[in-house]
């Protein structure tokens, strides 16, 4: 615990703007790579779908008779000659992978703000306002628990 005690140590007392990029920046990384999966995933489903409505024979001789200057995709069906579930399935990948990075960005920043006002603001917010509650009542005879070594805990020990 030496080691990771430390370093949890020095990311508690970060400041809140170094708190705040860090978040957003973990966030970043992970909302990436999350829609890249997805991305890939979608495409995948969705072509395995289109791939029950392709002439499989005409396809292998496209592949067959192609140049290495063309590629050969396997080519979105009609919506009247797809299934409805196959059609509602290919339109989700679609969006998904239109908006999916769009949407995980989003959500990914969502969380970062709400993990940063949890873990940084919500207690000395709390400790404060008890504070605040305690002067208005004339009781001077009390004291912060929050010890934290960022701006919030100057904050909190300046009372």
């Not at 499989?56 to 067959?64: I, K, L, P, R, V």
Request: proline residues 2%; negative net charge; contains cysteine.
């Amino acid at each position: 615990m030496g080691g990771d005690g430390v370093s949890m140590e020095k990311i508690r007392n970060l400041s809140l703007k170094k708190t705040m990029v860090l978040y957003t920046i973990l966030s970043l990384i992970v909302t990436f790579f999350l829609s890249v999966s997805i991305i890939e995933i979608a495409g995948q489903i969705q072509e395995e779908v289109w791939w029950k409505y392709v002439d499989q024979d005409e396809y292998y001789q496209a592949m067959n008779d192609r140049n290495e200057n063309f590629e050969v995709v396997v080519p979105r069906p009609n919506q009247s000659k797809m299934s409805r579930m196959d059609w509602h399935i290919s339109e989700t990948c679609d969006f998904l992978r239109t908006y999916g990075v769009l949407l995980f960005s989003f959500a990914g920043c969502g969380i970062a703000v709400s993990l940063f006002y949890k873990n940084k603001l919500k207690r000395p917010i709390q400790e404060l306002k008890m504070a605040s509650q305690m002067i208005a009542e004339e009781d001077l005879d009390f004291h912060m628990a929050y010890e934290n070594e960022d701006e919030m805990g100057d904050a909190v020990q300046g009372i």
